[in-house]
T-cell receptor
Framework: AQSVAQPEDQVNVAEGNPLTVKCTYSVSGNPYLFWYVQYPNRGLQFLLKYITGDNLVKGSYGFEAEFNKSQTSFHLKKPSALVSDSALYFCAVRPPSGTYKYIFGTGTRLKVLA | EPEVTQTPSHQVTQMGQEVILRCVPISNHLYFYWYRQILGQKVEFLVSFYNNEISEKSEIFDDQFSVERPDGSNFTLKIRSTKLEDSAMYFC????????????FGNGTRLTVT
């Protein structure tokens, strides 16, 4: 079955420190990969997507994501966390064929401590 | 920047009543979706819609659910006879051409069934 895993329900990091939010996927072929952020009482907001050939993808608000094909991972990173980065983060995958849907992970709550 | 808009933001209804949730996707997008999120947790796929018909639906999307794009701009989700377990945040989303096009989400409708 095609799936996305976010192994951490919550990640705590001190302001100014680097952050990593993990995502692994199980999809046949070369999937399309995305990260989204959700603030309270809002919809999901697109952060970045994987671009074929780029193992490090840059997105909005200083976020980037590292793609690793052998580990089937697409971890979200930021060199220096801000308190305002505190939110719920979702990894999503769109299989390369056979479906129209985007499959979301269970979400990771990021808490940046001042 | 163009946005997906959803109305109403909150809807309270009694069990057994019909509800219609409304969405205006981004105007040049071709693919339309409904997702739901219960208690700020997992984002669950309900249905995708393309070329004026359902392209895919999940097991959640049973006979009580239907979608329509009545006039080329609105995209609606109808629940015929609501149940308590239908209480959730319902998100409309749209995407453009291309498999790596990200989903763009509205801010959601919070449905409460009493």
């Amino acid at each position: 079955a095609q799936s996305v895993a976010q192994p951490e329900d919550q990640v705590n990091v001190a302001e100014g420190n680097p952050l990593t939010v993990k995502c692994t996927y199980s999809v046949s072929g070369n999937p399309y990969l995305f990260w989204y952020v959700q603030y309270p009482n809002r919809g999901l907001q697109f952060l970045l997507k994987y671009i074929t050939g780029d193992n490090l993808v840059k997105g909005s608000y200083g976020f980037e994501a590292e793609f690793n094909k052998s580990q089937t991972s697409f971890h979200l990173k930021k060199p220096s966390a801000l308190v305002s980065d505190s939110a719920l983060y979702f990894c999503a995958v769109r299989p390369p064929s056979g479906t129209y849907k985007y499959i979301f992970g269970t979400g990771t709550r990021l808490k940046v401590l001042a | 920047e163009p946005e997906v808009t959803q109305t109403p933001s909150h809807q309270v209804t009694q069990m057994g009543q019909e509800v219609i949730l409304r969405c205006v996707p981004i105007s040049n997008h071709l693919y339309f979706y409904w997702y739901r999120q219960i208690l700020g947790q997992k984002v669950e796929f309900l249905v995708s819609f393309y070329n004026n018909e359902i392209s895919e639906k999940s097991e959640i999307f049973d006979d009580q659910f239907s979608v329509e794009r009545p006039d080329g701009s609105n995209f609606t989700l109808k629940i015929r006879s609501t149940k308590l377990e239908d209480s959730a945040m319902y998100f409309c989303a749209s995407s453009g051409q291309g498999m790596n096009s990200p989903l763009h989400f509205g801010n959601g409708t919070r449905l409460t069934v009493t």
